[in-house]
């Protein structure tokens, strides 16, 4: 775990201690848009046009926020146009590393053995946290984004006339609706396992779990009756939730002590969970030899010895009985 300063590596794990214990998560900052045209997207500049074959993802089959990526890349039918490396699930002292081990690829274009080398590429000078998902341009050579939020955003309609796909996970009635659910779920949720498991003092530790069960109760609660977060259709805020559910049980609930209840416990979201999972495509984009060995691998901070528990045995598979909701 560390970080490039002024283009040099640094290995350093996350500084608490002027936030009274709490982790605060990075902004972002690679953050353009690539376009049906290449016209200026919502931030950073112009000229990254949705071609086939231009552009590259760098992925971690262990991070949530990577996982949002592969799932829009499957769903969206971009696995002909954009092209992917696997990094390895250990991320130690050099940050994340490419070996071509279960499942991990290394890196397909340039060979490097660490991921800090292909932002280096982009800026020789960059300083900040070096993170999966990365969207490379092949022609420019650099990276177009390292934000997931807005990557899926881009995967969702931009390369729409190439593949055919008129799915929409951003319905644009919703707008409003899913910025406002997607907000309290990143803060709470998604962003929230980790504000529990990095946190360094009891209070903030205590603050963040708290909020988190509260929310996952409201959303078991809401899923009572509808069987995706905005009635029967599938959307965006879906699959942002999915993949903080999917590492839940096996990884947060012990390795981030998120153990009040386990997802498992709850009625609504245990099946929402089964139902998503079994979307078709979905499963082959969930590894969890690498979400947990990645996790317990790399925390040593958190988990010294890096032993990776057994269970729990997950129940992925079973019938999730939520047709009745509609869908
Ligand atoms: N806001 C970013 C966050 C990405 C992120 O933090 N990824 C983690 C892996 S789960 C990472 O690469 N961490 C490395 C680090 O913080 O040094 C996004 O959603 O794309």
């Known amino acids: 775990m560390g970080r490039l300063v002024d283009g040099k590596w640094q290995d350093v794990w996350y500084d608490t201690k002027a936030t009274k214990g709490r982790f605060e998560r990075s902004q972002s900052q690679f953050?353009?848009?690539?376009t049906a045209d290449g016209a200026a997207g919502l931030s950073g500049k112009g000229g990254f046009k949705a071609e086939a074959g231009r552009?590259?993802?760098y992925v971690s089959y262990a991070c949530p926020w990577a996982h949002r990526t592969l799932i829009f890349r499957k769903l969206k039918k971009l696995e002909d146009f954009i092209s992917v490396s696997v990094v390895d699930y250990l991320m130690l002292e050099n940050g994340w590393e490419f070996k071509k081990r279960d499942g991990a690829t290394g890196d397909d274009l340039f060979g490097s053995d660490y991921l800090y080398q292909v932002y280096l590429k982009a800026d020789p000078h960059y300083s900040g946290r070096v993170t999966v998902?990365?969207?490379?341009d092949k022609q420019q050579n650099t990276i177009v984004s390292n934000e997931s939020a807005e990557i899926i955003?881009?995967?969702?309609?931009?390369?729409?006339d190439l593949t055919g796909s008129d799915l929409d996970f951003y319905p644009a009635k919703l707008h409003e609706e899913i910025d406002a659910l997607n907000a309290v779920v990143y803060d709470r949720v998604n962003n929230g396992v980790y504000k529990a498991g990095f946190a360094t003092t009891q209070e903030a530790y205590e603050e963040a779990v708290t909020a988190l069960f509260e929310t996952l109760d409201t959303l078991d609660q809401r899923l009572e009756t509808s069987r995706y977060l905005f009635d029967d259709k599938i959307t965006e805020a879906d699959?942002?939730?999915?993949t903080t559910l999917l590492r839940f049980d096996p990884v947060y609930v012990g390795h981030f002590k998120c153990n009040i209840r386990r997802i498992s416990d709850y009625p609504n979201l245990s099946g929402?969970?089964?139902d998503l999972y079994q979307h078709p495509g979905i499963a082959e984009t969930c590894n969890l030899v690498h979400i947990k060995g990645h996790y317990y691998g790399s925390h040593k901070t958190i988990n010294p010895t890096g032993i990776v528990p057994i269970g729990p045995l997950l129940d992925l598979e079973t019938a999730h009985g939520r047709e009745r909701l509609g869908g």
């Open 239 to 242: 699959w942002r939730l999915f």
């Open 55 to 57: 552009y590259h993802l």
């Open 133 to 136: 998902p990365v969207l490379w």
């Open 272 to 274: 929402y969970l089964r």
């Open 153 to 160: 955003r881009m995967m969702s309609s931009a390369f729409d």
């Open 31 to 34: 953050r353009n848009w690539v």
